[in-house]
């Protein structure tokens, strides 16, 4: 899973919190993404960042929320606005927007109920 | 839109036998082509990708791409598959707006 770190693997919340989701990487790269997987579904575009202090939104940003302060972490807040947020959530960071090939972290699932 | 399909929920082949999963894109200008796979439980690991050039991309595990301009195509071969090459395998493709797009998944089985 490369230089991608997520944490932590398994997370457990109750319905109406908020969850923050860690993702940190150590390969220099400037940009980084959230997916959100489901099955049958592949892999969907939550938010990007191509720099630091700059991100935007994926296809299905509704109910998420993202910083990019520093240019090894990229964390997603799930809100309580998210209206189904049970999914196993892949974090990855590329070397920059363009031709480059995606590095994935081992991946977050998370259940609320 | 730009788009990518992968027609094949689940391929069976026999271990020895060589293996293709099928991806069809749609993409305005030139595409940037990508295959990944997917472990139980896991993130998922570069395989190859078509930037420019041959036709014919090889990259890890003995895998190996063919870009067809024509039919806008770019499948995943292996001559002789493995056990251990079962996995969930994903085609993607980069937008103009630099965001990947990724298709649905095909969950390869080798049969021993």
């Known amino acids: 899973d490369g230089g991608i770190t997520q944490s932590p693997k398994y997370l457990f919340r109750k319905e109406g919190q908020n969850v923050t989701l860690s993702c940190e990487q150590n390969?220099?790269?400037?940009?980084m993404y959230w997916y959100r997987q489901d099955p049958g579904q592949g892999l969907r575009l939550i938010y990007y960042?191509?720099?630091?202090?700059?991100?935007q939104k994926g296809d299905i940003a509704e109910g998420y929320s993202v910083s990019r302060e520093k240019k090894e972490s990229f964390p997603l807040t799930v809100t309580s606005a998210q209206k189904n947020p049970t999914a196993f959530y892949l974090c990855?960071?590329?070397?920059?927007?363009?031709?480059?090939?995606?590095?994935f972290g081992p991946g977050t699932r998370l259940t609320v109920t | 839109a730009q788009s990518v399909a992968q027609p094949e929920d689940q391929v069976n082949v026999a271990e020895g036998n060589p293996l293709t999963v099928k991806c069809t894109y749609s993409?305005?200008?030139?595409?940037?082509l990508f295959w990944y796979v997917q472990y139980p439980n896991r993130g998922l690991q570069f395989l190859l990708k078509?930037?420019?050039?041959?036709?014919l991309v090889k990259g890890s595990y003995g895998f190996e791409a063919e870009f067809n301009k024509s039919q806008t195509s770019f499948h995943l071969k292996k001559p002789s598959a493995l056990v251990s090459d079962s996995a969930l395998y994903f085609c993607?493709?980069?937008?103009?707006?630099?965001?990947?797009?990724f298709g649905t998944g095909t969950r390869l089985k080798v049969l021993a």
């Open positions: 990855a960071s590329s070397v920059g927007a363009g031709s480059y090939e995606q590095y």
């Open positions: 390969l220099n790269h400037d940009a």
């Open positions: 960042s191509q720099i630091v202090n700059d991100f």
């Open positions: 993409v305005s200008g030139n595409p940037y």
């Open positions: 078509y930037i420019t050039g041959d036709n």
């Open positions: 993607a493709v980069r937008d103009v707006t630099y965001k990947y797009i």
